[in-house]
């Protein structure tokens, strides 16, 4: 039992870590927190969903067309929502991507309904047997499929071009503009990644919890785990994702009803007393 729930505690933080990466890169470049994250995930799962289930396409085919809708519509709300409100306060912008959030969420409802939804990914469904233990293939490869993907971020951040101009940009706006860098240029593409990063821990969810309109309250799972590892570090946000949902999962088996659903929370407020500025957070002093 123990070793079964620490597997599944360990697919649900992929999960977790998947969409706090998405939380962590448009702050590191943009100094927003983004809320509409979760249901960014929502989106791209039903994007996929569509693509499968109604335009009958192969998962493999439908992936990159997903990916690819995903990135425009990232650039556009960074471009629609987000951009005219660059100078205004961050309680505003806070609150425009909660009501994005909700936004997207009713969309969703209104376009895909409200009820529950699956579709068959390209990964196998038999189940692997480990000695007496056996274990999810969809578990396995959301495992899989989340150190293949913090491998090729590390990859582009480290040794491309428009990834290091990205990275530029997160440590000092100001300075990467006299550089020549495009600043609102960058800001666009994170929003974009950060929405393909969003989808692909949708569409890994599916098999797991399936899919509705409500998914993307994932995301309120997974800013704990932004915060919990240092809000702005990558390596923070994946710590942070495992940790939630391996905890999670286990206070779920151990631990009274209701105690899952809080466990997240408890954690974070515990961390932070501790450390307030995250297991892999430097503390900041900036100079006005």
Known sequence: MFVQQLMNGFAMGSIYAIVAIGFVLIYKSTE???????ELMMVGAFI?????SYLQL???????????????????????VLRPLVGEAAFVIVMATIGLA??????????????????????SDVPVQLGSYVLSTSH???IGVTIILIVCLHLFFTRTKMGISMEAVSQNQFAAFLMGIGVKKVFSRIWAISAIVAALGG??????????????????????AAVLGGFGSIPGAIIGGIIIGVSESLA???????????????????????KPEGIFGTHQQKRV
């Open 32 to 38: 927003v927190v983004n809320f509409a994250q979760g």
């Open 48 to 52: 996929t969903y569509t693509c499968v």
């Open 58 to 80: 192969s998962f493999w085919i439908a992936l990159p067309i997903t990916m690819i809708i995903m990135a425009i519509f990232g650039s556009i709300i960074e471009r629609i």
């Open 102 to 123: 909700i936004f997207l969420r009713s969309a969703a409802g209104m376009i895909w309904g409200y009820d529950t939804y699956s579709f068959k990914t390209g990964f």
């Open 140 to 142: 396995i490869s959301v």
């Open 203 to 224: 569409i890994l969810l599916t098999p797991i919890q399936f899919l509705n309109y409500n998914m993307g309250f994932i995301g309120l799972k997974a800013f704990p």
């Open 252 to 274: 779920g088996v151990y631990l009274n009803d209701g105690f899952k659903d809080i466990f997240a929370w408890l954690i974070l407020i515990v961390v932070l007393l501790i």
